[in-house]
T-cell receptor
Framework: DVKVTQSSRYLVKRTGEKVFLECVQDMDHENMFWYRQDPGLGLRLIYFSYDVKMKEKGDIPEGYSVSREKKERFSLILESASTNQTSMYLC???????????FGSGNEQYFGPGTRLTVT | DAKTTQPTSMDCAEGRAANLPCNHSTISGNEYVYWYRQIHSQGPQYIIHGLKNNETNEMASLIITEDRKSSTLILPHATLRDTAVYYCIASNTGGFKTIFGAGTRLFVKA
């Protein structure tokens, strides 16, 4: 079974603090993702990575950065936490099954349990 | 990714089949249909995916119409633990820009 783990289930931080959220997957997946989920807004993609040291912005990257130094680990960094970053953060990974330029089958994502971050 | 439309909520009696519809009338030929669910306070869970043919696994069955403009996820014998939000997604982007909409909130009642 695919296992995606996140460093904390619940986290409380103060405004202005630097926050690190860690995600680890054990299935040798190429792709990793960070989402945030807020009531009424659904899941929104923050950043994704398709290879070590590679990253791409998602829909809402402002205020966040990411790091992928090893294939199994993808970190989300809040440089200076703000109250509007209070949210549920979800990490996911997927196996890149198609040849470059071709997409589709088997690119299902596997999610971690989530980290509920509160910034006060 | 093609836009998908799902009912906001549905009820199902425990032990009965739950049939969750999804409309994806603008789906393109190389887009797959994926289904996920999210139980309260947990991360989404992948259920099943398909392109043209009907698919079945240990969790559910996926029926895709011949014109591929709609699909139905079937949970054959719903249990209380199947109460969750179910997301239908049409995608060919390798998951890089997967869009999770509002989904269908399924309530399974005893």
């Amino acid at each position: 079974d695919v296992k995606v783990t996140q460093s904390s289930r619940y986290l409380v931080k103060r405004t202005g603090e630097k926050v690190f959220l860690e995600c680890v997957q054990d299935m040798d997946h190429e792709n990793m993702f960070w989402y945030r989920q807020d009531p009424g807004l659904g899941l929104r993609l923050i950043y994704f990575s398709y290879d070590v040291k590679m990253k791409e912005k998602g829909d809402i990257p402002e205020g966040y950065s990411v790091s992928r130094e090893k294939k199994e680990r993808f970190s989300l960094i809040l440089e200076s936490a703000s109250t509007n970053q209070t949210s549920m953060y979800l990490c996911a990974s997927s196996f890149y099954r198609a040849a470059p330029g071709l997409f589709g089958s088997g690119n299902e994502q596997y999610f971690g349990p989530g980290t509920r971050l509160t910034v006060t | 990714d093609a836009k998908t439309t799902q009912p906001t909520s549905m009820d199902c009696a425990e032990g009965r089949a739950a049939n969750l519809p999804c409309n994806h009338s603008t789906i393109s030929g190389n887009e797959y249909v994926y289904w996920y669910r999210q139980i309260h306070s947990q991360g989404p869970q992948y259920i099943i995916h398909g392109l043209k043919n009907n698919e079945t696994n240990e969790m559910a069955s996926l029926i895709i119409t011949e014109d591929r403009k709609s699909s139905t996820l079937i949970l054959p014998h719903a249990t209380l633990r199947d109460t969750a939000v179910y997301y239908c997604i049409a995608s060919n982007t390798g998951g890089f820009k997967t869009i999770f909409g509002a989904g269908t909130r399924l309530f399974v009642k005893a």
